[in-house]
């Protein structure tokens, strides 16, 4: 085949691709036209606006934040309650050495009029405890034992050297 023939067959293709490429936009003008005819849809209204909750500031009896404190005052907020310690002299008990988290209550008994609680540890090992026993790593000591949780008093270090107590409890598992 000569250059010419060649040369004009693939302007012939490229005619034909051109010519069902430019498909005209009529159905899109159409569509257009019919959109504006119709009705717009309403707009929800705005909700109305709450009025604030008026808030109070009663600080009455309260220190002054803007006044420099006494070293008297400074004294009276570092004092230390000496009487709120762990017993360094108290030896460990076994439960605790786990974290208070880790420790389920699995049920309760009662033995000659004393109740006691079953508390499973995370090696599946179940330890009957009572009012006075110890358990978790923050020096928590049983308070009360009921049929349904376990309440404890835990001794925590408050961040100036001295301790805090927090309450806690152990409730039963749900079977």
Do not use: K
Request: hydrophobic share 35%.
């Amino acid at each position: 085949m000569n250059t010419r023939i060649r040369t004009s067959l693939g302007m012939l293709m490229v005619v034909l691709v051109l010519a069902a490429c430019t498909r005209g936009t009529g159905d899109l003008e159409q569509w257009v036209a019919e959109v504006r005819q119709q009705p717009p849809e309403p707009i929800e209204p705005i909700e109305p606006m709450r009025p604030a909750e008026v808030v109070l500031y009663e600080a009455e009896g309260l220190r002054d934040p803007f006044r420099a404190r006494s070293p008297r005052q400074e004294e009276d907020e570092l004092a230390i309650d000496e009487s709120l310690r762990p017993d360094p002299d108290r030896r460990r008990e076994y439960l605790e050495g786990f974290p208070l988290d880790t420790l389920t209550m699995v049920g309760t008994l009662e033995l000659e009029g004393q109740l006691y609680a079953l508390i499973r540890d995370n090696e599946n090992v179940v330890h009957r405890v009572t009012e006075g026993n110890h358990m978790g790593q923050n020096y928590g000591e049983i308070l009360e034992v009921r049929p349904e949780r376990v309440e404890l008093r835990e001794l925590v270090q408050d961040g100036r050297g001295g301790w805090t107590e927090r309450r806690a409890r152990v409730a039963l598992a749900e079977q």
